[in-house]
């Protein structure tokens, strides 16, 4: 039996890689009754060589550092994972799954969590890159972005690049059954029957937990820590005090800011305001979100033309903040593209950075015009906890002024039956998250080439209709500008 654990953020496609695997849509072995970080399902998949693989999808983080509740389910959930697999012959290899995309905060943090501290680096790893289907060859992302990666010390023994899409009109099809090739060409390559897997060692739980301290945002109560590791984990009495000891040392700071991560702020950014000698009287709406989630591509929507760059690789593209004027039904806005929240520590604008250069921009835009409308991008997959830390973030840096947030989904060219389907599957999730928009749009910014359907072409006017009237209806020229 071989044993693989499939790992990586909320959203980078880990059960469409294991139906894409299975070549079906397969059943859960073990149901997933509680979520919680790095809970597991557990999968049997049977090759054509007639190998049997056992694959585990766990739930990775959804945010860069762990709160303390967090922590203690991701030990007691790893401890009952690496302890079951040991009966079972141990971990033969472990699927890092990432999207095509931005180096996220999150994502690096997922792997530090699960290969470099939980497995000690002990575990032979493959990356699986997902979302792929627009490169023209699947493999060029990782040709480009191999330098990115190892900048992260994101080291992998194989990797493949795929599309785990299995797209409703068929566009892009045979780039998904080349997948499955690709992806089962890796596994093979990396493990099989006759090797030993890992089981973790002598004193591997207490040596990673201590390593995991890292990530405890605040500080835990020590009773709780005893409570759990003792009754949850198994661990002695006496091992479990030393561990609370530890994490109670811990001097961490929990605000808000330093949440997002604990770079350096580059000093070429601390200055970052509003363009000198900018000067006009249109109302101001600022897009933000992640890195990567498709602000860049909205802007060019609602312009309809390239005027704003955009790219897939995995390095953030907008680096300052840059305005771009705009006529809707008469009326002049100044939408202001700004760099991406979250994105990891080596980026070209990480986290912290990001953070600090929107809020002194938003400063800016207060001493000028003001501001009229703020306009959350995200990715159109299950709203999660992450969307929450970079709406703190945000909802921090304008504190208590009264601008209206509203939210714009992107990416939802495949959702069925219609794109506002996100909504209403997502926004009692959001308001449970405490977050409140006055208005919505859910888009596609795809261009829509002549190859695509008339479908995907209706979708992206559709798109660019909902999001004008979104910004008239929350954004009138008779009203005055916020202050923040
Ligand atoms: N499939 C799909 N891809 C999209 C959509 N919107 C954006 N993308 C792709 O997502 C990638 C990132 O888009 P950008 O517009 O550069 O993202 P951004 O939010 O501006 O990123 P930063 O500038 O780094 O903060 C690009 O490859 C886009 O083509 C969409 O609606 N659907
Ligand atoms: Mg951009």
Redesign the pocket.
Known sequence: MVNIVIFGEMGAGKSSVINLLAGQQIARISPDTHRCTLHWTEYSITFENGTRYQVFDTVGLEEPRLQTGEYLSAISNAHSLITTLKERGGINLLLFCVRG??VTATMQSNYRLFFEFLCEERVTLALVVTNLE?ELKMEDWYTRNVGHLEKYNIRSAGHACITAANLLDGRHRDKYEASRGILRGVIEAHCNESMDGWTGGQGWFASSISRLVEYVVGRPKKTDIIGVLTKRCGMTREVAQQVAQQIRDANLPPTVLENYGNMPVPSDVRNTGLPQGYESRPSNIVLF??????????INLIMGSDV?E???DAL???ITCDPYDVTISGQRFRLW?T??LNEGSEGRVPAAAAAKRLALFLGGLHRGDGVHLLMY?VRGTRATKALRTTYQTFSSAIGDSKVPIVIVA????DCRPTMTEWWNQNKDQLARYGMHFPGHAC????PGARADSQDLRQRRVQSYEDVCKLILDHCSPQQAPHRI
């Open positions: 995309g931005r627009r979100g992640e890195s990567g989630v498709g602000k860049s591509s909205l704003a955009v790219s897939s953030s593209c907008t593209d760099a991406g991008c992107t990416c939802l060219e888009v596609t910014t795809l």
